[in-house]
């Protein structure tokens, strides 16, 4: 048997959810779509992506287009993968203040950075950006995506004036000043609608590219490749066979007679959804994936209710003290609409829509939800539109099984006007960008819970509006949100729930520029939990703000032991190590370490990762590895620019090279930068400008 890859630690195939940029190299069987589509984006005119349900539109954008990109356009300024619909289970009858298809657009677009301020238009948030040149000093283009773009046609009917408003700052900066290069996917039976909008976009060329379904041989190599790299590949012939049953299917006419039919292609979903479950049967010590390892599988929905009903399963065994009806009815009443669309729940800091969060992160891990992070909160959703039906399916089934109908989770809304209803309210007014309405709905249930005596939900519902106001930008309201939320946690004898209100003190307060303040609460938080390891590394990277380079290097050396995978606690460490080196073997152990951290970016903000990627090229530096060096300050600098940290370590490696004006310019730049440097950080920075200033 082959030995097994750093691969083999993650499932090699995705099930029902769509493939993330984390997922290229597991994402075969696309190769020349990929290519295509790339190309196309690049050459200008705007592309429409559309095609069936389930067909791998978004897995395609993220895991085939995007990390292609750089390839075509080394020099491209590209957004993240948009999005224009937030949907809820509890919709508000109140009036939208702003555009929240434009809000969700550029939350989506900002993703973990503060989120635009409601009512922003597109142009405006575009010309906000740091400005991005090329290697001559000219403006490159901005490439942006929208996915999933029917949902502006499927969402509630009477929003046409948003829908049109969105269309219209669209079409401002379509081919007008700011060369934005545009991609819409969407699905086929919703492409009319568009089509209708284009003279109103500006659209005059578009180019419409269809996705179909894999064709055999892609197919199969969809199957191998992914298991390939886990290091447990299927023999000869395998593969084929399992193709071949995806593509046959029995049609039983009125009359009782059968019919073999062989479809020429397979459903991406249908063949994720089946090859993740033939993986996880398969016992751990197996060699190769052999014919005798495959069974019938059946259609797609009958693979997708399997699928599902195995999700939930584990997800109780998980955790006992919820049930598997709970979760069944939690994940029903959460995340599909009345009209039968996903729709989207916030996590709270301990609940995600009266479930615990625990839950949710698991059913993350069965990829039955997918998460979003999307003005400084992160968002669950069901990984796939098929997923509704077969959820409604499976639920029904097990309650003809089980007896009963679908019963509230204690915590979730019960009836308009109940506290658990108001805070429903709340989270759907943050997701579109509606502060005010957000921070009534969630005062409201304070005060109901208060009025009961209520100390638990009291703290949770003073822990949502801490979270709304730190959204928001409203710092003060957060601190004393939390800092009553704590307290409350603390009458009820929560000392769990009481940490997590200490380290979002925390995180407010780092937030603010107040690392000492910050630093305070995380020990707090560690007195009560001492192995926390988000209080852990909070504490280690307000010690490093500050210019307290030993304790941040023995802090962040406790939070690697508590988590070694962790890549922002091995950005950290290896920061500290290549800044103020204790050894001669320190720039290697950054490297390493920075490089680990690099290789899980996924798992990082644009921000942390450019501070991995130009900390890899000191370490790079001080190993004497100049090309690889400025390769990484190079991403770094693509990453996010203008980034004063970034711009510090390109004066250091200017110094290196002995030019000393770069270095000087680089300085400069950095300590007018805003936000500013940490003041043990500019100092650092203007000793470096008076070593460049020097004559020689």
């Known amino acids: 048997m082959s030995t097994p890859s750093p691969q083999a630690r993650r499932r090699p195939y995705v099930g029902p959810r769509p493939f993330r940029g984390d997922d290229s190299d597991l994402f075969f069987g696309r190769g020349a779509e990929s ?159 568009l089509t209708a909008y284009l003279p109103r976009l500006g659209v005059r060329t578009p180019i419409f590219r269809r996705l179909l379904d894999l064709r055999p ?47 020429d292609s397979v459903t991406p979903i249908h063949l994720q959804i089946v090859c993740e479950t033939l993986w996880s049967s398969l016992p751990v010590n197996a060699g190769r994936v052999s014919t005798d390892d495959l069974t019938d599988y059946g259609g797609v929905d009958q693979a997708l209710v399997a699928f599902y009903d195995a999700a939930v399963e584990a997800a109780a065994a998980a955790h006992r003290s919820v049930s598997e009806r709970e979760i069944r009815d939690w994940l029903e009443s959460e995340f599909i609409t009345d009209l039968g669309t996903r729709a989207n729940a916030c996590r709270g800091l301990l609940m995600t829509g009266g479930m615990p969060n625990e839950v949710a992160d698991t059913l993350v891990e069965e990829q039955v939800l997918v998460t979003e992070r999307r003005a400084l909160a992160t968002w669950y959703q069901l990984g796939q539109d098929h997923l509704v039906t077969a959820i409604r399916a499976a639920n029904a089934a097990f309650r003809r099984r089980r007896g009963g109908q679908a019963e509230p989770r204690p915590g979730a809304p019960e009836s308009s006007g109940s506290p658990a209803e108001l805070l429903a309210a709340a989270e759907n007014a943050l997701g579109r960008g509606d502060f005010r309405a957000a921070d009534a709905y969630a005062g409201s249930a304070v005060d109901h819970y208060s009025a009961s005596g209520d100390d638990w939900h009291e703290a949770n519902a003073l822990a949502m509006r801490g979270m709304i106001s730190r959204v928001s930008g409203d710092y003060r309201t957060a601190e004393s949100s939390y800092r009553s939320a704590a307290r409350g946690f603390d009458r009820a004898d929560d000392d769990r729930a009481k940490v997590q209100m200490l380290v979002a003190l925390a995180e407010v ?138 711009l510090v370590r390109r004066a250091r490696a200017a110094l290196d090279a002995g030019d000393r004006a770069a270095a000087a310019e680089a300085l400069r730049a950095a300590l007018a930068a805003e936000p500013p440097l940490p003041e043990a950080h500019a100092a650092d920075a203007r000793r470096l400008l008076a070593q460049a200033e020097t004559p020689e």
């Open 509 to 646: 307060f780092f937030t603010a520029g107040d690392y000492e303040a910050a630093a305070d609460e995380h020990r707090q938080a560690l007195r009560t939990e001492p192995g926390n390891i988000v209080a852990l590394t909070g504490l280690a990277y307000t010690q490093w703000l500050r210019g307290r380079w030993a304790d941040a290097r023995a802090t962040f050396a406790r939070a690697l032991e508590a988590d070694p995978g962790s890549p922002l606690v091995l950005t950290g460490l290896g920061q500290v190590l290549v800044e103020r080196p204790a050894g001669s073997d320190d720039p290697r152990r950054a490297r390493r370490l920075l490089a680990q951290a690099v290789a899980d970016g996924a798992r990082l903000t644009a921000d942390e990762l450019a501070d991995a990627r130009s900390a890899l090229a000191l370490a790079h530096l001080r190993l004497g590895e100049g090309a690889e060096a400025e390769r990484q300050l190079a991403r770094a600098e693509q990453l996010v620019p203008g980034r004063p940290r970034t």
């Open 217 to 263: 041989d892609a197919a199969v190599e969809a199957v191998r490749g992914p298991a390939e790299l886990a290091g447990r590949p299927f023999e000869p012939g395998a593969a084929e066979r399992l193709v071949d049953g995806l593509r046959t299917f029995t049609f039983v006419s009125g009359t009782g007679r059968s019919t073999t039919i062989h479809k």
């Open 35 to 193: 290519y295509d589509l790339a190309s196309l984006w690049v050459a200008g005119d705007p592309v429409i992506l559309h095609g069936p349900r389930g067909s791998g539109k978004t897995s395609l954008l993220n895991a085939g287009v995007l990390p292609r990109l750089p390839l075509e356009e080394p020099d491209a300024d590209v957004l993240r993968l948009g999005r224009v619909v937030h949907s809820s289970t509890h919709p508000l009858a109140d009036e939208h203040p702003h555009n929240t298809y434009g809000y969700t657009l550029l939350s989506s677009w900002a993703r973990a950075e503060r989120p635009p301020p409601p009512g922003t238009t597109v142009a405006d948030y575009l010309r906000s950006r740091p400005a991005r040149l090329d290697r001559y000093g000219q403006p490159v283009p901005v490439f942006a995506a929208i996915d999933q773009f029917e949902e502006l046609f499927t969402d509630v009917p009477d929003r046409e004036s948003e829908r049109d408003a969105l269309i219209d700052q669209l079409a401002e900066v379509v081919g007008g000043e700011l060369d934005v290069r545009l991609l819409i996917c969407i699905r086929d039976d919703r492409l009319a609608d």
